[in-house]
């Protein structure tokens, strides 16, 4: 690859990447508000993770990371009334949450370790997240440790499995329908021949990894509506 090729790469990947954080960001906006858990409404639904996600799965964990990082300092900014803190939290839960997830689906792209790679991330976000929540939610409150230490298994637990499994679905949903767009926008490369051979065997698996996902998501919408007493 000459210099010149490099150089349109770099700038698709970061104009690429640019577009994803805008569009984690609006997201965000559009769904900060919505509380998971009622007994802790500064906990909601934050739909970011997903779109990140697709972006390492495209271009790795360290540009998810990137991501993670850029987000949340927009956020921070912009929407959040956290501050300091708020920034170290999102940082960690979306950075574990895609950083993990990422890497197993970047070394070798198969379905089979994208799925795992979710699973994976959500598993080691919630323990990540019940640490510092321990540490850190006292502090953001202004509630004795005492009193968060029993929300740990109660609400922190939950909360942290229901986003992960939330924007888990979402990313298996949306991943092949942004990549798709992205291609005919060509701000990534066209697939190669051997793509195109089986693309037509692929159809069905991507057909029950949408509907799957799909059933995901709606099953944690009603679980949270339960929780929220709305049903």
Not at 169 to 182: E, S
Not at 198 to 214: F, G, R
Not at 219 to 226: D, T, W
Request: hydrophobic fraction near 50%; aromatic fraction near 6%; proline fraction near 5%.
């Amino acid at each position: 690859m000459n210099n010149r090729s490099k150089s349109s790469t770099n700038i698709q990947k970061l104009t690429t990447m640019a577009l994803l954080c805008a569009i984690a960001f609006v997201g965000t906006v559009l769904m900060h508000s919505i509380p998971i858990m009622p007994s802790a409404p500064y906990l909601s639904l934050d739909p970011k993770d997903a779109v990140i996600a697709i972006g390492g799965f495209i271009f790795g964990p360290i540009s998810a990371l990137v991501m993670t990082l850029v987000v949340s300092l927009v956020e921070m900014v912009t929407i959040s009334s956290t501050g300091a803190i708020g920034l170290l939290m999102n940082v960690l839960s979306t950075g574990v949450f895609v950083t993990v997830s990422t890497v197993f689906y970047y070394r070798k792209p198969k379905l089979r370790n994208a799925v795992i790679g979710l699973i994976v991330g959500t598993l080691s976000m919630t323990l990540m997240m019940i640490l510092w929540n321990f540490l850190i939610t006292p502090i953001y409150t202004g509630a004795p440790r005492e009193v968060i230490v029993p929300m740990l298994p109660t609400v922190f637990l939950p909360f942290n499995l229901l986003k992960g499994a939330i924007n888990s679905g979402i990313t298996l949903f949306l991943y092949k329908t942004v990549v798709t767009a992205l291609r005919k926008a060509r701000l990534l490369p066209k697939s190669d021949e051997s793509e195109k051979a089986d693309k037509e065997s692929k159809k069905n698996i991507t057909l029950m990894v949408m509907i799957s996902s799909a059933v995901l998501i709606a099953a944690c919408v009603l679980i949270i509506l339960v929780l929220n007493n709305k049903i």
